[in-house]
C-alpha cells in the first residue's frame, strides 16, 4: 500500500527527533504543527521554530487543527506530564498515534490513554530502539534457537551525557537546580530528556528502551522487581530528589529472570555516547550484544573532545519504526511496541521506583 499519512505534531517541545524520524519515510507528510494557546511562550517559540523550518503552519488551537487539516496521525512530544493529554486527545479525534516516552507520569494517565486507543479503535506506537541493527540479530539468534530457551537476561543501558554541574558542586547557601528551568536550558546540547515541569529520574525517561529491548527479546511480563537508585553523577538529579543511577532485578514470566543496570554516567565516561549492551543466557548457550555495532571509529588531529569517536552505521532504526507504523495501520495491527505494551513498562518502572523508596520486593500491578 502506497497511500500517504498527514501528520500533525502535537508540540515539539521535548524531541523533534521523533517527528523527523516519521518524517524520514516517504509515506508520511508533516502538515502543521499544533499547541493549546495557554503554554508558554518558550514552548511557542520551540514549536514556532520547527514549524518555520518545516515550512509548515504552527497553530495554537489542538482540537481545531485536527479537525480542519486532514490529519491521519498525531505525532506526540511535549513535556512529559502533557503525553497522555494530547495522546488521548488525538485518540478521540480518530487519529493514529505516534508517542514520545515515557507514557504517563502517573498510573490513572497511563489507564486512561489505554482505554482512549483501545475506544476508538487506533493505532498507537511509542518511539523506541527496537529495530536497531544488533538488537534485530538478537532477536533473529533467539528466535532460531541459537541459544536454546532463554533462562535470563541482562542489560546495560547507560548514556554518556552530560547534564548540567556535577555532584558535589553546590556551594553552601546557593538554592536547589530548578528542574525546569534547568532543562528549558539543556535544550541546546540536547541534553533535555527528562523535560517537564515534575523533574524526572533516568528509570522513568529512559527504562523504556532496555526494558523495551527485554520484552522484545523474551516476549515475557515482568512479575516483581527489586531496585536500587542513586543522585551520583549531576547536581540537578540530586536537588530534585531523582536518580541518575539504578540498577533493577526483574522476575518475569516462565521463571525467567532478568536484570539492567540505567544511567546518566557524564560525557567524559565514555568515548561513544556510552555503553550499551544485552547479555543474554539460554539453555544452550548465550549471546553478548553491543547496541552500537555495527560501527566504524573516527580519529583525526584536532578532533573536537565532545565529537564521538565511534560512530554507528547501517542504522535504520528511525524508517524501521515509521515503516512498522504505517504496516500496522494498513494490516490493522499492532506496533512493535504498542500501548499495551507501553503500559506494561510503565508499571514496571513504577513498581521499581516504588522498590526504590521502599527497599522492598514489589509487585508490577
Known amino acids: 500500500m502506497t497511500r500517504k499519512f498527514r501528520c500533525a505534531v502535537l508540540s515539539v517541545v521535548k524531541h523533534d527527533y521523533v517527528a523527523r524520524g516519521v518524517m524520514s519515510h516517504p509515506r508520511f507528510e508533516l502538515v502543521v504543527v499544533v499547541d493549546d494557546p495557554h503554554v508558554p511562550q518558550w514552548t511557542h517559540e520551540r514549536n514556532q521554530q520547527f514549524a518555520d523550518a518545516n515550512r509548515v503552519p504552527y497553530v495554537r488551537d489542538v482540537e481545531r487543527a485536527l479537525r480542519e487539516f486532514d490529519v491521519q496521525v498525531a505525532i506526540v512530544s511535549p513535556e512529559a506530564e502533557r503525553h497522555t493529554s494530547m495522546s488521548i486527545r488525538a485518540a478521540r479525534a480518530g487519529k493514529h498515534i505516534v508517542q514520545d516516552k515515557p507514557l504517563a507520569t502517573r498510573r490513572a494517565d497511563a489507564d486512561a490513554v489505554v482505554a482512549a486507543v483501545a475506544s476508538a479503535g487506533v493505532r498507537f506506537l511509542m518511539w523506541n530502539r527496537n529495530f536497531m541493527p544488533a538488537v534485530l540479530h538478537a532477536r533473529e539468534q533467539v528466535a532460531a534457537g541459537a541459544i536454546?530457551?532463554?533462562?535470563?537476561?541482562?542489560?546495560?543501558?547507560?548514556?554518556?551525557?552530560?547534564?548540567?554541574?556535577?555532584?558535589?558542586?553546590?556551594?553552601?547557601?546557593?538554592?536547589?537546580?530548578?528542574?525546569?528551568?534547568?532543562?528549558?536550558?539543556?535544550?541546546?546540547?540536547?541534553?533535555?530528556?527528562?523535560?517537564?515541569?515534575?523533574?524526572m529520574g533516568e528509570l522513568a525517561c529512559e527504562g523504556i528502551y532496555p526494558l523495551g529491548y527485554i520484552r522484545l527479546l523474551t516476549g515475557a511480563n515482568v512479575r516483581r522487581v527489586f531496585a536500587r537508585s542513586a543522585a551520583f553523577f549531576h547536581q540537578a538529579h540530586a536537588d530534585n530528589g531523582v536518580e541518575d543511577l539504578?540498577?533493577?532485578?526483574?522476575?518475569?514470566?516462565?521463571?525467567?529472570?532478568?536484570?539492567?543496570?540505567?544511567?546518566?554516567?557524564?560525557?567524559?565516561?565514555?568515548?561513544?555516547?556510552?555503553?550499551?549492551?544485552?547479555?543474554?543466557?539460554?539453555?544452550?548457550?548465550?549471546?553478548?550484544?553491543?547496541?552500537?555495532?555495527?560501527?566504524?571509529?573516527?580519529?583525526?588531529?584536532?578532533?573536537?573532545?565532545?565529537e564521538s569517536r565511534q560512530r554507528r552505521v547501517a542504522g535504520e532504526n528511525d524508517f524501521l519504526l515509521a515503516d512498522d507504523f504505517a504496516r500496522a495501520i494498513d494490516e490493522n495491527r499492532d506496533t512493535i511496541l504498542g500501548v499495551r505494551a507501553s503500559h506494561a513498562i510503565f508499571a514496571t518502572v513504577e513498581a521499581a521506583l516504588e522498590s526504590c523508596r521502599t527497599g522492598d520486593v514489589v509487585e508490577v500491578r
Open 148 to 199: 536454546g530457551a532463554p533462562r535470563a537476561i541482562h542489560a546495560d543501558f547507560y548514556f554518556a551525557k552530560d547534564a548540567g554541574p556535577v555532584t558535589g558542586s553546590r556551594q553552601p547557601g546557593y538554592p536547589p537546580i530548578d528542574w525546569q528551568v534547568h532543562q528549558i536550558a539543556a535544550h541546546v546540547d540536547g541534553a533535555d530528556g527528562s523535560l517537564g515541569r515534575e523533574p
Open 246 to 306: 539504578a540498577s533493577v532485578t526483574l522476575e518475569l514470566d516462565g521463571g525467567l529472570i532478568g536484570s539492567l543496570a540505567i544511567g546518566r554516567i557524564g560525557l567524559a565516561s565514555h568515548p561513544s555516547g556510552g555503553d550499551i549492551k544485552l547479555h543474554i543466557v539460554g539453555t544452550a548457550g548465550a549471546l553478548v550484544v553491543d547496541e552500537s555495532r555495527p560501527a566504524v571509529g573516527i580519529y583525526y588531529k584536532n578532533q573536537p573532545p565532545k
